[in-house]
């Protein structure tokens, strides 16, 4: 039952991806509770939250280091440095933090830029996800 929390003032369930993936298989402990859920509140909608395990750390993908790169003059060389990072960092135990940790150093502030803003709010926006209506015989 941690995996969903029920909003009463907006009338939403909470639920994490991993449950809201579950509850659209027909037969799994989500889907018969996502079921219970449903009964007891008719109408609710169910809302994806990203998970705490998920940080930063994985929503600044190579393409957007390299979208915001592109905005620079130079973007060609610093594009050439980063390939030569990327390489180094195959042998890293976490190959992506040791690039993220290059891309900050370069650019400390890349966070307030539109291009990260943009994609954070485009993340947002998807986030709600509608199951279908209960049909009453």
Known sequence: MKTVKINFETNEAIVTKAFQKQATIYGTPEFRQWR????????????????????????????????????????????????????????????????????????????????FQEDEQAAESSKVVSMPEKKSA
């Open 36 to 115: 219970e859920i449903r009964n007891e509140f008719p109408g609710i909608t169910m809302v994806v939250v990203k998970s705490n395990r998920t940080s930063d750390i994985y929503n600044t993908t190579y393409a957007k280091m390299e979208k915001y790169i592109n905005t620079f003059d130079n973007a060609e060389a610093i594009l050439a440095e980063m390939k030569k990072v990327r390489e180094r960092s195959k042998i890293q135990r976490n190959p992506h933090r040791y690039v993220l940790a290059w891309f900050e150093s370069m650019f400390p502030n890349y966070k307030t830029s539109d291009i």
